[in-house]
């Protein structure tokens, strides 16, 4: 029900006058009425109802009441209100205020909780009034809304059915309680996360609204294993906020999925670029649009709170450590530091990062150790490129091969962390820094390759690593980057960044994507039949 004023307020001027509010109009004529701007929360001002149609705005809980706000052409002015709910003939509050820059406003407090409020304003000067504002209308709700969870999946007790990795259904009721005879505004919002909600209101990017019932009712992977707490922040019409925090455990997976190129633990490759913010997103090897998977802010890249300067590889994970996702190796060119980010938590990557160590442990093309050549840096500054080339020696572990002076360098076996990886030169002739290096991982048989875009000519080239029959690997296809063409076009104009993250059509090879100019995601079957994804966020 649409509360409004039973009345012409306009008519009480009279009995306000006979009880000393207001001086009978004396030198104001009527074109001097205020105008009103309308009541206020704070520094939010709402347009008020004043005029027969428009539904009123609802003001929430403040500290002294909501402001009304009236622009006059006297020194100040004179504000009544009334309540429409009880339809009392008596004012509920008067009060006068000094105009500044033509400009009143006075604070109103006392109001009933759920009740509908109208008032109006008169411009005064010494002690005369002006004809009084149009009627104006608002409402007031006090009252928090509220918010409970539940899961089918993930019960709050009880023995859940799907596993930390994986998504489950989470239904947000929520509801805005009436006072005893009064109205409440309603629902307008809910946000939702795992983590710390923050400030934010409807306005918010992640704000949705609920269903006619009041759900929402909404898919979230479960990122860590044990103990899970889901925020719920629900704001009514009028500015008043509720929420509710719901506890859950969530066991771990005894058989996770083991995908090189997974981040997020879905068992599907992820393509990992910035977004236009500078947050890192992914999205999934084989995804029909350029809808993320999830976005890591720029706050959790290494510094500057930007993704886009940085250089990111994953290909494989350390084994001391669960889920069996992508750990992420991050670059920035001409930094001498590595960074590597273990992924403990299928891609939310919320524990902070370690340096990856340099290594010293040099060995030869028999793998026997070796004292490191002259040109090989003592940190990661002489990198220009690096990518996540695959297992190189055995099971999921990561290995990086790194563009240095012209020369490219693998980096394999050891711990990262702590820089016990052994490292060998692969190329000695320097040829190789005109070319982009795409690490495509291994095919179905366990052989790895390495392409690389010609930056002159648009060229790609794909050179096999194959697997031998000791486990080692055939790096003699490597010898010469001007061999291997296996097709044409790539230019840097065209697709400024190229990237693979292993077979995303399932054919049991992998499959080359784009970024072109324009920043739409192209993927493709090998490096032919290309798919233009749409625009990037």
């Known amino acids: 029900m649409t509360l409004r004023h039973a009345r012409r307020l306009g008519g009480v001027t009279a009995a306000a006058i006979a009880a000393g509010l207001l001086t009978a109009p004396g030198a104001f004529a009527a074109d001097t009425a205020p105008a009103v701007l309308g009541t206020s929360q704070g520094s939010e001002y709402r347009a008020d109802a004043c005029d027969s149609t428009t539904d009123p705005s609802w003001v929430g809980r403040t500290t002294n009441g909501p402001t009304l706000n009236a622009k006059v052409t006297g020194t100040g002015a004179r ?163 509720g929420g509710a925090s719901y506890t859950f455990y969530a066991p771990s997976n005894p058989n996770p999925p083991k995908t090189l190129g997974d981040v997020d633990g879905d068992g599907t490759a992820d393509i990992l670029l910035p977004d236009a913010q500078g947050n890192l997103q992914y999205l999934g090897v084989n995804a029909p649009d350029t809808t993320p998977n999830a976005v890591i802010t720029g706050a959790h890249a290494p510094y500057d709170g930007n993704w886009a300067p940085f250089q990111v590889a994953h290909l494989g994970w350390s084994n001391q450590h669960a889920p069996s996702s992508d750990d992420l190796f991050v670059h920035k060119p001409g930094d001498g530091y590595l960074y590597q980010y273990r992924n403990f938590d299928y891609g939310s990557f919320s524990q902070t990062w370690t340096g990856a160590g340099r290594s010293t442990r040099c060995v030869d093309g028999t793998g026997a150790a070796a004292a490191c050549p002259a040109d090989y840096a003592s940190d990661w500054s002489k990198a220009d490129q690096l990518v996540a080339f695959g297992p190189a020696t055995g099971g999921f572990a990561p290995s990086l091969v790194t563009l240095e002076g012209g020369n490219l360098w693998l980096h394999a076996g050891g711990n990262f962390s702590f820089g016990t990886q052994k490292v060998r030169k692969l190329t000695t002739t320097g040829d190789w820094a005109d070319y982009d290096l795409i690490a495509p991982g291994p095919d179905a048989a366990g052989n790895l390759a390495l392409w690389a875009r010609d930056r002159a000519t648009g060229d790609l080239h794909a050179y096999p690593v194959p697997k031998k029959a000791d486990g080692t690997f055939d790096f003699s296809a490597l010898a ?46 090998g490096w032919s039949a290309p798919k233009d994804l749409g625009a990037l966020r």
């Open 79 to 241: 504000f009544g209100v009334w309540d429409e709910t009880t339809g009392a003939q008596a004012p509920v509050f008067t009060g006068e205020a000094q105009a500044y820059g033509q400009q009143a406003k006075v604070a109103v407090p006392g109001l009933v909780d759920g009740h509908g409020y109208a008032w109006h304003a008169w411009a005064v000067q010494d002690q005369q009034a002006s004809a009084p504002s149009a009627d104006c209308h608002f409402r007031v709700d006090t009252t928090s809304p509220t918010a409970t969870v539940s899961s089918p999946d993930f019960p709050a007790s009880g023995t859940a059915t799907k596993y930390a990795g994986q998504k489950g259904t989470f239904v947000l009721t929520t509801a805005d309680p009436a006072p005893a005879g009064g109205q409440a505004s309603g629902v307008d919002c809910v946000r939702y996360g795992f983590s710390n909600l923050g400030v934010g209101g409807c306005d918010s990017s992640d704000a949705v609204k609920p269903g006619a019932d009041g759900t929402v009712t909404v898919d979230l992977k479960v990122r860590d294993w044990g103990t899970n707490i889901l925020n719920v922040q629900v704001t009514d019409k009028a500015g008043n906020v």
């Open 480 to 525: 010469d980057p001007k061999a291997n063409v296996v097709a044409t076009g790539f230019t840097t104009a065209a697709y400024p960044t190229l990237g693979s993250s292993g077979d995303g059509d399932g054919d049991g090879t992998p499959d080359l994507w784009a970024v072109t100019a324009d920043r739409h995601l192209v993927t493709f079957s």
